[in-house]
């Protein structure tokens, strides 16, 4: 299960966190995996004072992969389903 972080930015709508992945869903609708990362370095996004700021670290610093389309959807259908409170519990269906 991904850990949910609605965050407060012009371009990233949530971040996620589970094992050593981070998602990051953009409000353009994409959303791509980052892996190799901490929880630490998930902490520090989601209290940052600037996230977008804080990810161009995390964005240029790890291995990524784009989530394909209809799995971005999915994944923010199911967190808008289990939308209680600012953190959230989201399982992937497919990974």
Do not use: H, W
């Not at 609605?6 to 998602?23: G, K, M, P, Q, Y």
């Amino acid at each position: 299960m991904f850990e949910v972080k609605i965050v407060n930015s012009t371009a990233i709508r949530l971040v996620a966190f589970r094992d050593d992945v981070l998602r990051v869903v953009f409000r353009s609708g994409s959303a791509y995996d980052y892996s190799g990362v901490s929880r630490e370095v998930f902490e520090q996004l989601c209290s940052a004072e600037s996230v977008g700021t804080q990810f161009q670290s995390i964005r240029n610093a790890y291995q990524f992969n784009r989530l394909e389309p209809s799995r971005a959807q999915n994944f923010l259908m199911a967190v808008l389903e289990a939308s209680q409170g600012d953190r959230l519990m989201v399982t992937d269906e497919e990974g």
